[in-house]
């Protein structure tokens, strides 16, 4: 299986995720590592499994819906995670990382029925914001 990886600089990076091919594999098939820097991610659709490693930095990841598996690592850094929509049960899996001074932040847009918050270790600090 061939596996599409897309590293980004180390530098503050601005990267959408438009859809992408469609793929019947239950591993991921595209990973995208933020590397270094304040990194915003965006992350329109999806039709493959598909995972985000954040890396260093306060990184901003926005999903605006998947149709598929997506695993969103925050890594280290304070990162804010804006869940806009999850269009299938259990396809959004969110690991916030280390957090940095401020902590890791989720904003969730709709339930998270529909996403799994992988607990962080002891020692990070993250906060859960319902939007009202």
């Avoid at 299938?88 to 996403?115: C, F, K, L, Q, Y």
């Amino acid at each position: 299986m061939t596996v599409l990886n897309i590293a980004l600089s180390q530098d503050a990076d601005i990267f959408a995720v438009v859809d992408t091919f469609a793929s019947a594999s239950i591993t991921p098939v595209i990973v995208v590592d933020g590397n270094g820097g304040d990194d915003v991610i965006t992350i329109l659709d999806t039709h493959a499994v598909m995972t985000v490693n954040a890396g260093d930095g306060n990184d901003s990841i926005y999903v605006f819906g998947n149709s598929s598996v997506l695993n969103l690592n925050g890594d280290d850094g304070d990162d804010t995670f804006y869940i806009f929509a999850s269009l299938h049960e259990n396809t959004s899996n969110v690991s916030p990382g280390d957090a940095g001074p401020v902590g890791n932040t989720i904003i969730p847009t709709e339930p998270m029925r529909r996403s799994t918050l992988t607990a962080a270790p002891a020692t990070t600090a993250c906060s859960f914001s319902q939007p009202s």
